[in-house]
T-cell receptor, first 113, second 113 residues
Framework: SAVISQKPSRDICQRGTSLTIQCQVD?????MFWYRQQPGQSLTLIAT?????????ESGFVIDKFPISRPNLTFSTLTVSNMSPEDSSIYLC??????????FGPGTRLTVL | DAKTTQPPSMDCAEGRAANLPCNHS???????VYWYRQIHSQGPQYIIH???NNETNEMASLIITEDRKSSTLILPHATLRDTAVYYC??????????????FGKGTSLLVTP
């Protein structure tokens, strides 16, 4: 299984600012995913990030609000832009192996004041 | 993706088998059944998956009915550390095809001493 790390593990931010979350994988992977988990809720997919192409966003999520970079096969970033308290969530990245199994990072717990 | 139905919560005594059911009556022929769990404040963890045959690994067993419309995840000897939310997910393909996971509400399993 892949080992995934995320930075930061948690942050408290002010309304109107932006935060960039990093996701690092210990092996090369084609597909990376970004999820959001709001308090008391299940996970919701934000976007799929493929190396060398634009990220594909799910309904309700837009690139201006959640820009994603995928510069190589082991790294991705998700930026939460112009934050509001409604953006307070846990943000998780995941990767998929050749058997369709997904492995998740530990998550970034974001609180927006 | 086919949708799944799980009981919202279950209890299990420590040391006993935990049997978590999942209904997926609209599953398609090429869709696999995946199980994940999320321990509080951690990222989701892959447990097991299968197509139509029963599967077993070091964590659990997966029993899929012959008509594939339901399945049961079995934790043979539950421990307190198995307390988590368990998600049953069906998705196409068993390959690195980049299908995102459609998390529902899952079953909150409480293992008691």
């Amino acid at each position: 299984s892949a080992v995934i790390s995320q930075k930061p593990s948690r942050d408290i931010c002010q309304r109107g600012t932006s935060l960039t979350i990093q996701c690092q994988v210990d092996s090369q992977v084609t597909m990376m995913f970004w999820y959001r988990q709001q308090p008391g809720q299940s996970l919701t997919l934000i976007a799929t990030a493929n190396q060398g192409s634009e990220a594909t966003y799910e309904s309700g999520f837009v690139i201006d609000k959640f820009p994603i970079s995928r510069p190589n096969l082991t790294f991705s970033t998700l930026t939460v832009s112009n934050m509001s308290p409604e953006d307070s969530s846990i943000y998780l990245c995941s990767v998929e192996d050749h058997r369709g199994r997904q492995f998740f990072g530990p998550g970034t717990r974001l609180t927006v004041l | 993706d086919a949708k799944t139905t799980q009981p919202p919560s279950m209890d299990c005594a420590e040391g006993r088998a935990a049997n978590l059911p999942c209904n997926h009556s609209t599953i398609s022929g090429n869709e696999y059944v995946y199980w994940y769990r999320q321990i509080h404040s951690q990222g989701p963890q892959y447990i097991i998956h299968g197509l139509k045959n029963n599967e077993t690994n070091e964590m659990a067993s997966l029993i899929i009915t012959e008509d594939r419309k339901s399945s049961t995840l079995i934790l043979p000897h539950a421990t307190l550390r198995d307390t988590a939310v368990y998600y049953c997910i069906v998705r196409p393909s068993n390959s690195n095809s980049g299908y995102a996971l459609n998390f529902g509400k899952g079953t909150s399993l409480l293992v008691t001493p």
